[in-house]
């Protein structure tokens, strides 16, 4: 049996942590969802929403989503720069370390450690661990980047370096702490300071961990899969420059009607609108790329997951940016509509470029084909449903939510008690429940189908 390389080691190590860290994310999900119609739930202090919240953000963002990344990434480099990695065994150790980092911040939220800064909740202690981690990885990727046989810079490089650099500054940056002890510190900056500076951080977060680097591997897996040329490398490149110049200023959209100067707001909403374009110029790309064949749709199984992927981003980068107009804002901010736009974009379409690219890796690394295309279709449609059923009772439920808090009497006083408006979410959170529960089903379909044909590769391979 032939030996697999020390590069396709590294990509399935991240692979299967990824995994791993995506299985306990989604379970936590599931929980906390029915914590939120059910406090029973809430099993003795480690295992209350409050906490649990945290460990589903923190562990599906970092453990599923940059384990995801890394892995993904690290394959696409060494195709992309025709060579194999610069430190194979630089990126096993950050492998190690990388889940040792996980762990601990886990085991950390679990206890109630927290930064309260939403997305950047690790305390001190792990944020050296954090940028460690990324220090180390990116050696690997500028490294070999820098050093690569194919001169030509694909727009999945592009998107690389940037993910790289950016989350780089923004994690840096938004976790410079006043230290107390060894589990506290609280934001160097204060007041107003500190709410920018967050909100820098929190929406570039979305930017440049789940957008780019999965733009990075749309681009890349898109033509593949469906072995058609992207449309148009200059759009491509024209997009990637604008979405990049732009995300950095809109930080300020979660901060609509809150005391950070007006100006600031409105230069926040502003660029906030301008940023339909340059995510447009991907959706677009990625549509006439298919558009000489959309019978790939049926006949190549992971095209529906690239296309139904951008659908979503192109669905999600529409509705963001009206979420940022002060009207609607005084609407839907504080309801459940935004955990709606949220799971639309990690449900939809970061799940399903990220499963599809995983397919599509797994079926080179073993070279074989995937084990069963019934069983990812099924994994396809149970995810699809399970998001689609989440998103859409949360954005009912938001509405309604947003106008009873916005109705009032004759007289001045509020027409519903705070009590009303939330026992009227039971019946839709009842309902994200169930749609979780598809989705969890759909990506346990995913594991299966992955893992199997991981055997069948192995398999094939021995009997050659
Ligand atoms: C089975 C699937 C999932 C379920 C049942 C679920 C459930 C939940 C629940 C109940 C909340 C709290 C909402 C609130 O505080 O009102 C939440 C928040 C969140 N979840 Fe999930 N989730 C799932 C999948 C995911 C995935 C795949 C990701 C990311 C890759 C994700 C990222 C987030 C984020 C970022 C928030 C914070 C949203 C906000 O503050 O508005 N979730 N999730
Ligand atoms: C053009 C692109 C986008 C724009 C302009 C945008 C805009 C917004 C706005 C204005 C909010 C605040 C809603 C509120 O609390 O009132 C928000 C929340 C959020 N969005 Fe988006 N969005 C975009 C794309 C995405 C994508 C692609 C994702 C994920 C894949 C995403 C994930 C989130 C998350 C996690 C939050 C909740 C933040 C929190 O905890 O409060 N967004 N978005």
């Known amino acids: 049996m032939k030996e697999m390389s020390i590069d396709s080691k590294i990509v399935m190590g991240y692979i299967y942590s990824s995994l791993f860290w995506g299985v306990i994310g989604l379970l936590i999900g599931l929980l906390i969802s029915i914590q939120m119609w059910d406090p029973a739930f809430n099993f003795g202090e480690f295992f209350t929403f409050g906490r649990l ?3 589903h953000t923190n562990v599906l963002a970092y453990g599923l989503g940059i384990g995801a990344e890394m892995g993904v990434f690290y394959y696409i480099i060494t195709k992309l720069t025709k060579r194999t990695l610069l430190f194979p065994k630089l990126a096993m150790i950050n492998l190690v370390i990388f889940n040792i980092g996980i762990l601990a911040g886990t085991i950390t939220l679990f206890m109630g450690y927290t930064q309260s800064l939403e997305y950047a909740e690790f305390e001190w202690p792990i ?34 370096l940037v993910t790289v650099v950016a989350v780089a500054i923004l994690y840096i940056v938004n976790n410079l702490p006043i230290i107390v002890s060894l589990t506290k ?16 951080y929190g929406h570039n977060a979305v930017g440049f961990l789940f957008t780019t680097p999965i733009l990075a591997m749309f681009y890349y897996f898109l033509p593949k899969s469906t072995n058609m040329p992207i ?13 990049v110049f732009m995300y950095l200023w809109t930080g300020a959209h979660h901060l609509v009607y809150s005391p950070i100067p007006d100006w600031l707001q409105t230069l ?28 790939k749709m049926n006949s190549q199984y992971l095209t529906k997951f690239f296309i139904l992927g951008i659908t979503f981003y192109g669905l999600q980068t529409l509705q963001g940016p009206s979420q940022g107009l002060r009207a609607i804002s005084s609407l839907i901010h504080f309801t459940d509509w935004v955990p709606g736009h949220v799971h639309m974009g990690t449900m939809g379409w970061v799940v399903l470029v990220t499963t599809a690219s995983m397919y599509y890796i797994v079926t080179k690394i073993y070279n074989t ?32 939510q947003g106008a009873m808090w916005k109705s009032y009497n004759d007289d001045g006083t509020l027409m519903y008690t705070f009590m009303e408006t939330l026992v009227g979410n039971y019946p839709y959170w009842q309902m994200r429940t169930v749609a979780g529960a598809v989705f969890i089903v759909g990506m346990l379909f995913f594991l299966f189908t992955l893992i199997m044909t991981v055997v069948k590769g192995k398999r094939e391979q021995s009997s050659k």
Not at 378 to 396: A, C, E, N, P, Y
């Open 268 to 295: 926040g909403i502003v660029f906030t609108i301008v940023l339909i374009a340059p995510s447009w110029g991907s959706v677009i790309n990625g549509y006439m790329t298919v558009q000489p064949d959309w019978s």
């Open 369 to 400: 084909t995937i084990y069963s295309e019934k069983l990812a279709n099924t994994h396809f449609w149970l995810v699809l449903i399970g998001q689609v059923v989440f998103s859409i009772t949360m954005w009912i439920t938001g509405i309604r």
């Open 231 to 243: 449309y148009s490398h200059r759009l491509s490149i024209i997009s990637f420059w604008s979405l």
């Open 127 to 160: 944020d050296i661990g954090v940028v460690i981690i990324w220090v180390l990885f990116a050696i690997n990727v500028i490294g070999t980047v820098a050093t690569r046989k194919e001169k030509h810079m694909y727009v999945s490089l592009w998107y690389i």
């Open 185 to 200: 510190s609280y934001h160097i900056f204060s007041g107003l300071n500190s709410a920018n500076v967050q909100w820098w």
């Open 53 to 55: 919240r945290t460990v």
